[in-house]
Protein backbone atom coordinates (compact mmCIF):
# COMPACT_ATOMS: atom_id res chain seq x y z
CA UNK A 1 0.00 0.00 0.00
CA UNK A 2 0.96 3.34 -1.11
CA UNK A 3 -0.05 5.95 1.55
CA UNK A 4 -0.39 9.24 0.25
CA UNK A 5 -3.45 10.47 2.73
CA UNK A 6 -5.52 9.68 5.68
CA UNK A 7 -9.23 10.79 7.06
CA UNK A 8 -10.44 10.94 10.80
CA UNK A 9 -13.25 10.97 12.05
CA UNK A 10 -13.53 13.53 14.90
CA UNK A 11 -16.19 12.64 18.01
CA UNK A 12 -14.32 9.83 20.34
CA UNK A 13 -11.57 9.46 17.94
CA UNK A 14 -9.48 12.66 18.25
CA UNK A 15 -11.74 14.23 21.22
CA UNK A 16 -13.85 13.16 23.87
CA UNK A 17 -15.81 14.17 26.20
CA UNK A 18 -14.51 15.55 29.71
CA UNK A 19 -17.67 14.37 30.88
CA UNK A 20 -19.80 11.79 29.75
CA UNK A 21 -23.01 13.37 28.88
CA UNK A 22 -21.73 16.73 28.91
CA UNK A 23 -21.73 17.23 25.58
CA UNK A 24 -25.71 15.67 24.82
CA UNK A 25 -28.32 17.82 22.94
CA UNK A 26 -30.61 17.09 25.93
CA UNK A 27 -28.27 18.71 28.51
CA UNK A 28 -27.01 21.44 26.83
CA UNK A 29 -30.33 22.70 25.26
CA UNK A 30 -32.04 22.59 28.62
CA UNK A 31 -28.86 24.55 30.17
CA UNK A 32 -29.73 27.44 27.34
CA UNK A 33 -32.92 26.55 28.06
CA UNK A 34 -32.34 27.70 31.77
CA UNK A 35 -30.07 30.67 30.93
CA UNK A 36 -32.48 32.64 28.27
CA UNK A 37 -36.14 31.61 29.34
CA UNK A 38 -36.41 34.66 30.96
CA UNK A 39 -34.81 37.12 28.36
CA UNK A 40 -36.59 35.11 25.02
CA UNK A 41 -39.95 34.53 26.58
CA UNK A 42 -39.74 31.14 26.24
CA UNK A 43 -42.67 28.75 27.93
CA UNK A 44 -42.44 27.16 30.79
CA UNK A 45 -39.77 24.66 31.20
CA UNK A 46 -41.93 21.08 31.27
CA UNK A 47 -43.51 22.33 27.66
CA UNK A 48 -39.79 23.37 26.22
CA UNK A 49 -39.02 19.79 27.62
CA UNK A 50 -41.59 18.22 26.09
CA UNK A 51 -41.44 20.32 22.62
CA UNK A 52 -37.25 19.89 23.10
CA UNK A 53 -37.95 15.14 23.43
CA UNK A 54 -40.53 15.31 20.22
CA UNK A 55 -37.90 17.28 18.40
CA UNK A 56 -35.47 15.19 19.20
CA UNK A 57 -36.74 11.91 18.47
CA UNK A 58 -38.22 13.12 14.89
CA UNK A 59 -34.18 14.58 13.89
CA UNK A 60 -33.07 10.83 15.43
CA UNK A 61 -34.96 9.00 12.93
CA UNK A 62 -34.13 11.13 10.18
CA UNK A 63 -30.16 10.81 10.98
CA UNK A 64 -30.11 7.61 11.76
CA UNK A 65 -32.53 5.85 9.08
CA UNK A 66 -32.41 8.28 6.08
CA UNK A 67 -28.23 8.73 7.19
CA UNK A 68 -29.36 12.37 6.73
CA UNK A 69 -27.84 15.16 9.00
CA UNK A 70 -29.57 17.56 10.96
CA UNK A 71 -27.94 20.89 11.87
CA UNK A 72 -28.75 22.57 14.71
CA UNK A 73 -29.09 26.03 12.66
CA UNK A 74 -31.95 24.09 11.59
CA UNK A 75 -32.81 22.03 14.55
CA UNK A 76 -33.69 24.85 16.69
CA UNK A 77 -36.04 26.81 13.98
CA UNK A 78 -38.25 23.71 13.94
CA UNK A 79 -37.93 23.13 17.97
CA UNK A 80 -39.01 27.12 18.31
CA UNK A 81 -41.57 26.91 16.03
CA UNK A 82 -43.04 23.77 17.40
CA UNK A 83 -42.92 26.05 20.46
CA UNK A 84 -45.16 28.69 18.68
CA UNK A 85 -42.19 30.77 18.46
CA UNK A 86 -41.52 32.53 14.61
CA UNK A 87 -40.09 35.26 12.64
CA UNK A 88 -37.22 37.12 14.06
CA UNK A 89 -38.15 36.24 17.98
CA UNK A 90 -37.43 32.62 15.90
CA UNK A 91 -34.18 33.67 14.56
CA UNK A 92 -33.09 35.24 17.77
CA UNK A 93 -33.46 32.32 19.82
CA UNK A 94 -32.49 29.54 17.41
CA UNK A 95 -29.09 31.68 16.96
CA UNK A 96 -28.38 32.19 20.14
CA UNK A 97 -29.03 28.43 20.89
CA UNK A 98 -26.61 27.39 18.48
CA UNK A 99 -23.78 29.97 19.56
CA UNK A 100 -24.69 28.64 23.07
CA UNK A 101 -24.82 25.33 22.84
CA UNK A 102 -21.73 24.94 20.41
CA UNK A 103 -19.81 26.88 23.10
CA UNK A 104 -21.01 24.21 25.36
CA UNK A 105 -19.99 20.92 23.56
CA UNK A 106 -16.68 22.83 22.93
CA UNK A 107 -15.89 23.62 26.65
CA UNK A 108 -16.89 19.85 27.40
CA UNK A 109 -14.20 18.03 25.27
CA UNK A 110 -10.55 17.65 25.49
CA UNK A 111 -8.20 15.93 22.82
CA UNK A 112 -7.16 12.97 23.21
CA UNK A 113 -3.32 12.53 24.62
CA UNK A 114 -1.27 11.70 21.51
CA UNK A 115 -3.91 12.41 19.31
CA UNK A 116 -1.84 15.99 17.99
CA UNK A 117 1.00 14.48 18.05
CA UNK A 118 -0.09 11.78 15.96
CA UNK A 119 -1.45 13.86 13.17
CA UNK A 120 1.83 15.81 13.61
CA UNK A 121 3.58 12.82 12.62
CA UNK A 122 1.56 12.03 9.33
CA UNK A 123 2.08 15.79 8.33
CA UNK A 124 5.98 15.34 8.86
CA UNK A 125 6.06 12.37 6.47
CA UNK A 126 3.76 14.39 3.65
CA UNK A 127 0.69 12.51 4.04
CA UNK A 128 -2.15 14.46 3.36
CA UNK A 129 -4.97 14.85 6.28
CA UNK A 130 -8.54 15.33 6.38
CA UNK A 131 -11.64 14.89 8.96
CA UNK A 132 -14.79 13.56 7.70
CA UNK A 133 -17.09 13.69 11.23
CA UNK A 134 -21.14 13.24 11.43
CA UNK A 135 -21.77 16.36 13.45
CA UNK A 136 -25.12 18.54 13.99
CA UNK A 137 -22.67 21.54 14.71
CA UNK A 138 -22.36 23.99 11.79
CA UNK A 139 -19.43 24.33 9.88
CA UNK A 140 -18.36 27.78 11.24
CA UNK A 141 -18.57 26.77 14.93
CA UNK A 142 -17.07 23.66 14.21
CA UNK A 143 -14.00 25.01 12.46
CA UNK A 144 -13.39 27.68 15.27
CA UNK A 145 -13.73 25.05 18.40
CA UNK A 146 -10.83 22.68 15.93
CA UNK A 147 -9.01 25.66 15.40
CA UNK A 148 -9.40 26.32 19.42
CA UNK A 149 -8.65 22.91 19.85
CA UNK A 150 -5.32 23.18 17.93
CA UNK A 151 -6.57 20.26 15.19
CA UNK A 152 -7.57 23.03 12.41
CA UNK A 153 -3.65 23.52 11.13
CA UNK A 154 -3.19 19.57 10.10
CA UNK A 155 -6.25 19.37 7.68
CA UNK A 156 -5.96 19.37 4.56
CA UNK A 157 -10.06 18.73 4.05
CA UNK A 158 -12.86 19.10 6.66
CA UNK A 159 -16.05 17.61 5.54
CA UNK A 160 -18.70 17.65 7.80
CA UNK A 161 -21.95 16.52 7.71
CA UNK A 162 -23.92 19.09 8.59
CA UNK A 163 -22.73 20.84 5.74
CA UNK A 164 -22.88 17.86 3.68
CA UNK A 165 -26.35 16.90 4.43
CA UNK A 166 -25.08 12.69 4.28
CA UNK A 167 -23.74 11.41 7.48
CA UNK A 168 -21.57 8.13 7.40
CA UNK A 169 -21.37 5.71 6.92
CA UNK A 170 -22.97 7.01 3.31
CA UNK A 171 -20.36 6.20 0.88
CA UNK A 172 -20.55 10.07 -0.44
CA UNK A 173 -19.23 11.52 2.37
CA UNK A 174 -16.02 9.31 2.40
CA UNK A 175 -15.70 10.16 -1.84
CA UNK A 176 -16.05 13.79 -0.75
CA UNK A 177 -13.20 13.84 1.32
CA UNK A 178 -11.00 11.31 -1.35
CA UNK A 179 -11.97 14.06 -4.10
CA UNK A 180 -10.92 16.84 -1.40
CA UNK A 181 -7.72 15.55 -1.16
CA UNK A 182 -7.19 14.20 -4.57
CA UNK A 183 -6.34 10.66 -3.58
CA UNK A 184 -7.53 6.99 -4.67
CA UNK A 185 -9.42 5.16 -1.90
CA UNK A 186 -6.76 2.61 -1.77
CA UNK A 187 -3.92 5.57 -1.17
CA UNK A 188 -6.17 6.27 1.84
CA UNK A 189 -6.61 4.87 5.64
CA UNK A 190 -9.68 6.46 7.62
CA UNK A 191 -9.18 6.28 11.49
CA UNK A 192 -12.54 6.62 13.42
CA UNK A 193 -14.07 4.76 16.85
CA UNK A 194 -17.66 3.46 15.19
CA UNK A 195 -17.77 0.09 13.67
CA UNK A 196 -20.83 1.13 11.59
CA UNK A 197 -20.42 4.73 10.78
CA UNK A 198 -16.51 4.19 10.65
CA UNK A 199 -15.07 0.99 9.98
CA UNK A 200 -17.93 -0.23 7.95
CA UNK A 201 -18.22 3.20 6.13
CA UNK A 202 -14.51 3.73 4.44
CA UNK A 203 -14.91 -0.51 3.83
CA UNK A 204 -17.77 0.83 1.51
CA UNK A 205 -15.63 3.51 -0.17
CA UNK A 206 -13.04 0.91 -0.87
CA UNK A 207 -10.71 3.01 2.00
CA UNK A 208 -8.74 0.42 4.38
CA UNK A 209 -10.05 1.45 8.16
CA UNK A 210 -8.16 1.55 11.46
CA UNK A 211 -11.03 1.36 14.66
CA UNK A 212 -9.63 3.59 17.24
CA UNK A 213 -10.87 2.76 20.62
CA UNK A 214 -8.63 5.49 23.15
CA UNK A 215 -10.92 6.86 24.33
CA UNK A 216 -12.47 6.36 28.24
CA UNK A 217 -15.76 5.95 26.58
CA UNK A 218 -14.89 3.71 23.21
CA UNK A 219 -17.02 1.00 22.45
CA UNK A 220 -15.46 -2.67 22.16
CA UNK A 221 -12.99 -3.19 19.14
CA UNK A 222 -14.58 -5.03 16.59
CA UNK A 223 -13.28 -6.52 13.49
CA UNK A 224 -11.15 -3.52 11.53
CA UNK A 225 -8.26 -3.99 10.12
CA UNK A 226 -6.13 -2.01 12.94
CA UNK A 227 -6.96 -1.31 16.07
CA UNK A 228 -5.43 1.45 17.95
CA UNK A 229 -5.95 1.84 21.52
CA UNK A 230 -3.65 4.41 22.43
CA UNK A 231 -2.53 7.42 20.23
CA UNK A 232 0.52 7.58 21.59
CA UNK A 233 1.66 3.70 21.06
CA UNK A 234 -0.04 4.08 17.51
CA UNK A 235 2.91 7.32 17.06
CA UNK A 236 5.75 5.09 18.23
CA UNK A 237 4.24 2.13 15.55
CA UNK A 238 3.64 4.06 12.65
CA UNK A 239 7.01 6.30 12.93
CA UNK A 240 8.98 2.98 11.96
CA UNK A 241 6.59 1.98 9.55
CA UNK A 242 6.05 4.90 7.33
Known amino acids: MHLRAATFDYWETLIEEREKGA ?13 SCGRLHLPPEPIFQEALQRRLAITRKRMTGELLEVPLDHFFPLLFEDLGISGAANK ?7 LFITERVHEATVVLP ?4 FLALLKEKGIKLGLVSNTQ ?5 RQESLRRLGLLPYFDAVVLSSSFIHRKPKTAIFQEALRLLQVQ ?6 FGD ?11 AGILSVQVVAGRNATSAGEAELV ?3 WRAARAL ?4 L
Do not use: K
Request: glycine share 8%.
Open 238 to 241: FARL
Open 92 to 98: EASRGAV
Open 137 to 141: IPPAQ
Open 228 to 230: IRD
Open 185 to 190: PEECLH
Open 194 to 204: SLSADVEGARG
Open 114 to 117: GAIE
Open 23 to 35: AALETTASAFYRC
